[in-house]
């Protein structure tokens, strides 16, 4: 089958479902399929050179041809609010340009970043579906729902003017998807409790690939070296944002809580709109017990999440509720417990209990993170054996792809 891609990002920028798409797109290509993807020029994350590249590179084959890549000219994103919001409705309206005009497209497929994508790739499909005098449906992955996740980050308020336009912009996308991929059980409750029909959404969890995703000995990792760490040390990691919604800043509260523990060392490996902020706290108060560092490459996840005696998940409460941590994958897959300052009864802390990966307590209570960390410590606890065998059966790479595929199918036939 022709499938149209429609993405607000695409490499080289990378977005948590960066790597995701990549899989997905091999799986289709091996599976027979050929892609059109429409994306804007790269700025995310891009060096002015890397941009400059990719201006004079509009269209791109890939994959032996199987890809197409067909890139616009879009604004630079930056950080303020009413500067991303013109450049997604300009991204919304060039990609519609350029997608319907395509012939011969079996199934139109998109995310759910940004929140105007599902209207967008609704409307494709809508539009190609009369041009063409034949059904083409709409498959759609939502990743995050919007509006919930800003009011869950204390972005907004309900009733607020944003939030009754993404309620409308939800509804749209939810009434015009043929299918919806949903990456949790929160969220397909989430969906149903919206009058979403059982029968549209399906579940697929955001999978890890193990080959690439593995433990790694700490005498073998590198990150010892390069971070001068003590590897006799009890070590704690953290690798991820800080933002409104993460509440990663409860990490140097505790931190800070335990600097007397001279065998306890934290490093923090972050990103996102507040970690500036969260870098000149450990610089002002001298906390001499953590490193903290830019995010690493992808293909540096191993290392990551293998180095610490325990891994640290966080969120603000509520938020927890409305969704699941993709890194609790690669955590798990690298057989490092999980000590999670999360929403208790949310999905994540199910599969900790179920799968004896790790413990989750309630969220922005830093005296009960603290003693969680020093029972792992004093205890020495391990749920090692289980974690990597829990992820081999449910969320493995081969596993997911193939519900993928098996979705379009569906798509396609029906």
Same mark, same amino acid.
């Given at each position: 089958?022709?499938?149209?891609?429609?993405?607000?990002?695409?490499?080289?920028?990378?977005?948590?479902?960066?790597?995701?798409?990549?899989?997905?797109?091999?799986?289709?290509?091996?599976?027979?399929?050929?892609?059109?993807?429409?994306?804007?020029?790269?700025?995310?994350?891009?060096?002015?050179?890397?941009?400059?590249?990719?201006?004079?590179?509009?269209?791109?084959?890939?994959?032996?041809?199987?890809?197409?890549?067909?890139?616009?000219?879009?604004?630079?994103?930056?950080?303020?609010?009413?500067?991303?919001?013109?450049?997604?409705?300009?991204?919304?309206?060039?990609?519609?340009?350029?997608?319907?005009?395509?012939?011969?497209?079996?199934? @139109?497929?998109?995310?759910?970043?940004?929140?105007? *994508? #599902? +209207?967008?790739?609704? %409307?494709?499909?809508?539009?190609?579906? !009369?041009?063409?005098?034949?059904?083409?449906?709409?498959?759609?992955?939502?990743?995050?729902?919007?509006?919930?996740?800003?009011?869950?980050?204390?972005?907004?308020?309900?009733?607020?003017?944003?939030?009754?336009?993404?309620?409308?912009?939800?509804?749209?996308?939810?009434?015009?998807?043929?299918?919806?991929?949903?990456?949790?059980?929160?969220?397909?409750?989430?969906?149903?409790?919206?009058?979403?029909?059982?029968?549209?959404?399906?579940?697929?969890?955001?999978?890890?690939?193990?080959?690439?995703?593995?433990?790694?000995?700490?005498?073998?990792?590198?990150?010892?070296?390069?971070?001068?760490?003590?590897?006799?040390?009890?070590?704690? @990691?953290?690798?991820?944002?800080?933002?409104?919604? *993460? #509440? +990663?800043?409860?990490? %140097?509260?505790?931190?800070?809580?335990? !600097?007397?523990?001279?065998?306890?060392?934290?490093?923090?490996?972050?990103?996102?709109?507040?970690?500036?902020?969260?870098?000149?706290?450990?610089?002002?108060?001298?906390?001499?017990?953590?490193?903290?560092?830019?995010?690493?490459?992808?293909?540096?996840?191993?290392?990551?999440?293998?180095?610490?005696?325990?891994?640290?998940?966080?969120?603000?409460?509520?938020?927890?509720?409305?969704?699941?941590?993709?890194?609790?994958?690669?955590?798990?897959?690298?057989?490092?417990?999980?000590?999670?300052?999360?929403?208790?009864?949310?999905?994540?802390?199910?599969?900790?209990?179920?799968?004896?990966?790790?413990?989750?307590?309630?969220?922005?209570?830093?005296?009960?993170?603290?003693?969680?960390?020093?029972?792992?410590?004093?205890?020495?606890?391990?749920?090692?054996?289980?974690?990597?065998?829990?992820?081999?059966?449910?969320?493995?790479?081969?596993?997911?792809?193939?519900?993928?595929?098996?979705?379009?199918?569906?798509?396609?036939?029906?």
């Amino acid at each position: 089958m022709n499938i149209l891609f429609l993405d607000a990002y695409y490499e080289p920028e990378t977005i948590a479902y960066t790597h995701l798409e990549r899989d997905l797109i091999e799986g289709l290509i091996s599976d027979g399929h050929k892609i059109d993807i429409i994306c804007p020029i790269p700025t995310r994350g891009i060096d002015k050179k890397t941009r400059e590249k990719y201006k004079n590179k509009k269209l791109e084959k890939k994959y032996n041809g199987f890809v197409t890549v067909k890139r616009f000219m879009a604004p630079q994103e930056g950080k303020n609010p009413l500067g991303r919001a013109f450049r997604y409705f300009w991204c919304n309206f060039r990609t519609y340009q350029i997608a319907v005009k395509n012939k011969d497209i079996d199934i @139109v497929f998109s995310n759910s970043t940004p929140p105007t *994508q #599902g +209207a967008l790739s609704a %409307l494709v499909a809508r539009k190609l579906s !009369k041009k063409t005098g034949k059904k083409v449906p709409f498959l759609y992955n939502l990743q995050d729902i919007f509006p919930d996740s800003l009011v869950n980050s204390n972005l907004t308020h309900k009733d607020s003017i944003l939030w009754k336009i993404g309620r409308k912009l939800e509804g749209f996308t939810y009434r015009n998807a043929d299918k919806i991929i949903v990456i949790s059980k929160s969220f397909k409750k989430n969906l149903l409790a919206k009058g979403v029909s059982e029968k549209k959404v399906e579940i697929i969890s955001n999978w890890i690939d193990l080959e690439s995703v593995h433990p790694v000995e700490r005498k073998d990792n590198k990150l010892i070296d390069e971070f001068n760490l003590d590897p006799s040390k009890f070590l704690v @990691v953290y690798a991820g944002n800080f933002g409104a919604s *993460q #509440g +990663a800043d409860i990490i %140097l509260k505790v931190a800070d809580q335990l !600097k007397e523990y001279d065998d306890i060392q934290f490093l923090i490996l972050g990103g996102g709109a507040e970690f500036d902020k969260a870098k000149k706290t450990v610089a002002d108060n001298q906390m001499s017990n953590v490193i903290i560092h830019g995010l690493l490459p992808s293909n540096r996840i191993s290392e990551v999440y293998s180095l610490g005696n325990i891994a640290l998940i966080t969120c603000k409460k509520g938020v927890g509720k409305a969704g699941m941590p993709s890194k609790t994958w690669s955590i798990m897959a690298c057989n490092t417990p999980i000590v999670a300052s999360f929403d208790t009864g949310s999905e994540l802390d199910d599969i900790l209990s179920s799968a004896n990966a790790g413990i989750c307590i309630e969220p922005e209570n830093p005296e009960k993170l603290k003693d969680s960390i020093l029972d792992y410590k004093e205890k020495s606890c391990s749920n090692r054996s289980n974690a990597r065998n829990y992820v081999f059966e449910h969320v493995s790479k081969k596993v997911c792809v193939n519900k993928y595929l098996d979705m379009f199918k569906v798509c396609t036939k029906n």
